[in-house]
Each structure stands twice: as C-alpha cells, then as structure tokens.
C-alpha cells in the first residue's frame, strides 16, 4: 500500500514537470526570434507532452493491473532515455553561459557574446545583425529570459528522468512484492 501511494507521488510530479517541460518549450518555439525553430525546441516539447501521456499511463497502472509490471516499466525506460537526451542536447547547446546582465569584463562581454549567438538563445548567424534581436540594442533582457528558459527547461528534463527511474525501481519492489 505504501509503494503504491509512493508511485502515485511520484506520477505527480512526473505530471508537474512534464507539464513545465510543455510549457517552456512551446514559449521558446513562440518567442523564437528566428524564423527557424531549433529542433531541439520541438524534440523537447514533444518529449514534454509524451511524459505528460506517460504519467497518465503510470496512474493508470496503479488501478489497472495488466498495465502494471513490464508495460509501464518499458513506457518509464523509454521516457527516461528521451528525457536524458534532450537534457543532455540542451545542456551541451549552452554549455559555457552564464544567465547574467552584466558587461563590465572582457570575460562578461565575452558570455554576453555566447548569449547573443547561441542558436537556442539567440541567433545562428552573427553575420546578420537583422536576425539577432537581443544581440544588439535595448532587448537583451528576452535573450536572458530565453536563457534562463532554457537552463530550466534542462533541469526538468531531467528531473522528469529521475522521477521516472523512481517510478520504475517502485514499481519493481511492488511487483516482486505481490
């Protein structure tokens, strides 16, 4: 009994930061100040939205027994797999950047360069300064904003992920249980 409650906690919070994961994805894609969208913005809002399904199919397992064992632990290993690797692509794509306002330093100027020009941050191509809003005049703040965003959206990807191992290694001890 104690498990099952302790699964379905932990499927709230799957739910939770799935749902923030959606949520800060589809604002970056929207405030996008490209044409373009990264793909990784997509991937992650699609990951978003899978782990949001595969909560529901977590709660569900709780109540309904076939789904519970090896179904919903292989939807869990899945959603950690693809949750672990948009954390990692993101992370690696600001890897290097601080979220700050400051410019005093060549090594401050040199991060707001990093945030100016960064493709999920800012723009891809520092030729076209008509591309890069935020590189340039008075809208770097959207371009801290869309860093912090993104160093969220990371930390939840990947706290999806821990939650999911949890629901996984819970759902083990339940079953081996029985």
């Not at 949750?83 to 100027?109: D, H, L, M, P």
Request: charged fraction near 15%; proline fraction near 2%.
């Amino acid at each position: 009994m104690a498990l099952g409650i302790v699964n379905l906690a932990l499927r709230g919070f799957q739910v939770i930061f799935a749902v923030i994961v959606l949520a800060l994805s589809v604002d970056l894609i929207k405030k996008n100040p490209e044409n373009k969208v990264p793909a990784i913005h997509g991937y992650a809002a699609f990951v978003g939205a899978v782990s949001l399904v595969a909560a529901f199919i977590g709660i569900a397992a709780h109540f309904i027994s076939f789904l519970e064992g090896i179904i919903s632990s292989l939807v869990d290993g899945f959603i950690i797999l693809v949750n672990i690797a948009g954390g990692i692509v993101v992370a690696y794509t600001i890897r290097g950047i601080k979220c700050s306002t400051a410019s005093s330093t060549r090594e401050e100027f040199e991060n707001a360069r990093k945030l100016a020009f960064n493709s999920l941050i800012g723009c891809k191509h520092p030729q076209d300064v008509k591309k890069c809003p935020g590189a340039y005049s008075g809208s770097r703040v959207d371009v801290i904003g869309r860093c912090k965003e993104n160093q969220a959206d990371t930390a939840f990807l990947f706290l999806t992920a821990i939650t999911c191992i949890g629901a996984v290694v819970i759902t083990w001890l339940h079953v081996r249980n029985k």
